[in-house]
RNA sequence: GCCCACGUAGCUCAGUGGAUAGAGCACCGGUUUCCUAAACCGGGUGUCGCAGGUUCGAUUCCUGCCGUGGGUACCA
């Protein structure tokens, strides 16, 4: 439909040059008697032109009513201030069944940005605990993205991107080690800031099991310290695939050591004079790259900080030839990116290829109380916990359904108990209906056909028409804007559409043409869910 | 102090430079001889945090203030 509009427009601009230069948009009015698109055109006009809105509206319409097919709109309308409002055919909308229906399950992806290839970042925690719930809502949001990169025509690879060395998994090692010695019969002291959860007693217990007293002596830096890594990250592993979600690669951040990619970025900055060194530690010149304050990037320790193995993870990605590179993280590492990119743009890079993305955090309720989560002190509820608790379906939707910027306020007690009141068993309902209603049909020998889809001109018939024709473009621009929550909006005022002609037209007992073409309109409804469901990584049921 | 995000119905949250600001939950009532009642229909509440400014038009953009969360390290 918006092709056909943008088409008349591009041949209206031959009779109306002012129509050249402007860029015409048309959109869905909140008000369904407002026609199917409106566009503003005319009033944008008005300042340019010194003309008023409504005149300009009448030349416009005038100029379209030569052009316009009456097969395609069979109403041009101006309303309110200088609104020009379109009202589409009944048969015309109902040409969208047959492209579903041809399409399948490939209806809604585009190739606008085929050939190209994204990398998005996410989840990244460090392997000291398991996956919190926190860290659920990242997981979820990127895996979804990248799912919707992937529906535009990109190639993604999704990344986890950790580190296992440093202060943090050395108290990880040494928490094991107490533990396992105090398993042994020893007094132990076990600090406060030591990891406190009881997965650490798992470990230290099953290393017990294995060796005995034999690794009294080891460091802690060996094998508790390896062993707690390679258990924690299992477990890492099968909680995120219990939610489906499956990396590509997971970037340790020793291996930019090691392959000396921590030094080049150090020499690039020391021979373009961007770093100095000072207090004996290596400062960044960021306040000549339009930052605040000069930043330390080397301890005087030796140690870098977290700045300079992040620009040489982000030079290694930019070397790896991504066209877009999606970094996400939750609002507590938002002051960290701008100094990264700094250097990275410092460096040559096309920083413009970095998608920053940052959401909010989510705040836990429990008995009507905010719970401060914290791995360390083992005050957290486990996103592995939780997805037994509700499922993998409630939980990714329940993460991607509000807007990554608003923080999400997360009941627990309201989740396990109201668990079936969730959004999302109304889509997956919808879906499971029109199942059980092709089933039927079936056994009732109605066959679909696509013969007499003019037959679909109730108004729940045509809004539901409207809504599926809208999908594609949907995908493309909340995938632009990199605004996921909108794909489960969408979803939502779709299964609301499809439920009231649910109630309203039977298919059933209807005159056989009719019904056929019902059909047709139900499968093509079924597909829209279903793949819109694909998106957000939740199953679509036959049965329910 | 300074930086970022948020502040919309009782609660959780959508939404928009435009035509009457919405949904779910909660509450009350109705709908099933008929494809799944996990549904549908009806009933109502808003100084869109406050105050200015820009605009033909602001809840939306800008500024200030207030509130909440996060950040502000030679932690990540």
Same mark, same amino acid.
């Given at each position: 439909?918006?092709?056909?509009?943008?088409?008349?427009?591009?041949?209206?601009?031959?009779?109306?040059?002012?129509?050249?230069?402007?860029?015409?948009?048309?959109?869905?009015?909140?008000?369904?008697?407002?026609?199917?698109?409106?566009?503003?055109?005319?009033?944008?006009?008005?300042?340019?032109?010194?003309?008023?809105?409504?005149?300009?509206?009448?030349?416009?319409?005038?100029?379209?009513?030569?052009?316009?097919?009456?097969?395609?709109?069979?109403?041009?309308?101006?309303?309110?201030?200088?609104?020009?409002?379109?009202?589409?055919?009944?048969?015309?909308?109902?040409?969208?069944?047959?492209?579903?229906?041809?399409?399948?399950?490939?209806?809604?992806?585009?190739?606008?940005?085929?050939?190209?290839?994204?990398?998005?970042?996410?989840?990244?925690?460090?392997?000291?605990?398991?996956?919190?719930?926190?860290?659920?809502?990242?997981?979820?949001?990127?895996?979804?993205?990248?799912?919707?990169?992937?529906?535009?025509?990109?190639?993604?690879?999704?990344?986890?991107?950790?580190?296992?060395?440093?202060?943090?998994?050395?108290?990880?090692?040494?928490?094991?080690?107490?533990?396992?010695?105090?398993?042994?019969?020893?007094?132990?002291?076990?600090?406060?800031?030591?990891?406190?959860?009881?997965?650490?007693? #798992?470990?230290? +217990?099953?290393?017990? @099991?294995?060796? /005995?007293?034999?690794?009294?002596?080891? =460091? %802690?830096? $060996? !094998?508790? &310290?390896?062993?707690?890594?390679?258990?924690?990250?299992?477990?890492?592993?099968?909680?995120?695939?219990?939610?489906?979600?499956?990396?590509?690669?997971?970037?340790?951040?020793?291996?930019?050591?090691?392959?000396?990619?921590?030094?080049?970025?150090?020499?690039?900055? #020391?021979?373009? +004079?961007?770093?100095? @060194?000072?207090? /004996?530690?290596?400062?960044?010149?960021? =306040? %000549?790259? $339009? !930052?605040? &304050?000069?930043?330390?990037?080397?301890?005087?320790?030796?140690?870098?900080?977290?700045?300079?193995?992040?620009?040489?993870?982000?030079?290694?990605?930019?070397?790896?030839?991504?066209?877009?590179?999606?970094?996400?993280?939750?609002?507590?590492?938002?002051?960290?990116?701008?100094?990264?990119?700094?250097?990275? @743009?410092?460096? /040559?890079?096309?920083?413009?290829?970095?998608?920053?993305?940052?959401?909010?955090?989510?705040?836990?309720?429990?008995?009507?109380?905010?719970?401060?989560?914290?791995?360390?002190?083992?005050?957290?509820?486990?996103?592995?916990?939780?997805?037994?608790?509700?499922?993998?379906?409630?939980?990714?939707?329940?993460?991607?359904?509000?807007?990554?910027?608003?923080?999400?306020?997360?009941?627990?007690?309201?989740?396990?108990?109201?668990?079936?009141?969730?959004?999302?068993?109304?889509?997956?309902?919808?879906?499971?209906?029109?199942?059980?209603?092709?089933?039927?049909?079936?056994?009732?020998?109605?066959?679909?056909?696509?013969?007499?889809?003019?037959?679909?001109?109730?108004?729940?018939?045509?809004?539901?028409?409207?809504?599926?024709?809208?999908?594609?473009?949907?995908?493309?621009?909340?995938?632009?804007?990199?605004?996921?929550?909108?794909?489960?909006?969408?979803?939502?005022?779709?299964?609301?559409?499809?439920?009231?002609?649910?109630?309203?037209?039977?298919?059933?007992?209807?005159?056989?043409?009719?019904?056929?073409?019902?059909?047709?309109?139900?499968?093509?409804?079924?597909?829209?869910?279903?793949?819109?469901?694909?998106?957000?990584?939740?199953?679509?049921?036959?049965?329910?």
């Amino acid at each position: 439909m918006k092709n056909y509009l943008n088409r008349i427009f591009a041949q209206a601009a031959k009779k109306l040059a002012y129509l050249k230069e402007a860029s015409v948009i048309f959109n869905v009015p909140a008000q369904s008697d407002h026609g199917d698109f409106a566009t503003n055109i005319a009033m944008t006009l008005t300042k340019k032109l010194k003309r008023n809105p409504k005149e300009i509206a009448q030349e416009i319409c005038d100029v379209l009513k030569e052009i316009i097919d009456d097969k395609v709109i069979e109403k041009i309308q101006i309303a309110g201030p200088g609104f020009i409002n379109f009202y589409f055919t009944p048969e015309y909308a109902a040409q969208i069944v047959k492209v579903i229906l041809n399409q399948k399950e490939e209806y809604g992806k585009s190739k606008k940005y085929h050939g190209k290839k994204a990398n998005v970042e996410f989840v990244s925690a460090n392997p000291t605990g398991p996956l919190t719930v926190g860290h659920g809502r990242n997981a979820v949001i990127g895996d979804t993205v990248a799912n919707m990169l992937e529906w535009v025509g990109y190639e993604v690879d999704r990344e986890y991107y950790f580190n296992n060395a440093g202060r943090q998994m050395r108290i990880l090692g040494d928490s094991v080690k107490k533990r396992y010695l105090e398993l042994l019969g020893e007094d132990i002291d076990f600090p406060e800031e030591y990891y406190q959860g009881e997965y650490i007693k #798992e470990i230290a +217990e099953e290393l017990k @099991k294995e060796f /005995g007293d034999k690794l009294k002596g080891e =460091s %802690e830096e $060996g !094998i508790f &310290k390896e062993r707690a890594e390679k258990i924690i990250f299992e477990d890492i592993s099968k909680t995120l695939e219990s939610i489906s979600i499956k990396m590509k690669s997971f970037f340790n951040e020793n291996d930019l050591y090691e392959e000396k990619k921590i030094d080049e970025v150090l020499e690039y900055f #020391e021979q373009n +004079e961007l770093s100095y @060194k000072d207090d /004996g530690a290596v400062w960044l010149k960021l =306040s %000549e790259l $339009g !930052i605040e &304050k000069d930043k330390v990037i080397v301890k005087s320790t030796g140690e870098p900080t977290y700045r300079l193995p992040d620009i040489a993870y982000h030079k290694d990605k930019f070397e790896r030839g991504y066209d877009l590179i999606v970094d996400l993280f939750g609002s507590d590492h938002a002051a960290t990116y701008p100094d990264v990119l700094a250097g990275l @743009k410092a460096m /040559g890079f096309d920083v413009d290829k970095i998608k920053v993305l940052i959401h909010q955090f989510v705040t836990i309720m429990e008995k009507g109380q905010t719970i401060k989560m914290s791995t360390r002190k083992a005050n957290y509820i486990t996103l592995e916990e939780l997805v037994n608790e509700v499922g993998s379906d409630v939980v990714r939707y329940f993460f991607i359904m509000r807007s990554i910027s608003s923080h999400l306020n997360f009941d627990i007690d309201l989740a396990k108990k109201h668990s079936e009141e969730n959004p999302v068993f109304y889509l997956q309902y919808a879906h499971a209906r029109i199942s059980s209603i092709l089933k039927m049909a079936e056994e009732e020998n109605i066959v679909l056909s696509v013969e007499n889809l003019e037959l679909l001109n109730t108004d729940a018939e045509q809004k539901l028409l409207k809504k599926i024709s809208l999908f594609e473009e949907e995908v493309l621009i909340n995938t632009e804007n990199f605004e996921p929550h909108k794909i489960a909006n969408y979803l939502e005022e779709l299964a609301a559409l499809f439920h009231k002609f649910y109630t309203e037209c039977r298919i059933v007992g209807s005159p056989q043409e009719l019904a056929q073409a019902r059909i047709a309109l139900a499968v093509a409804v079924k597909t829209v869910i279903k793949n819109g469901l694909t998106i957000l990584g939740v199953s679509a049921p036959e049965k329910m």
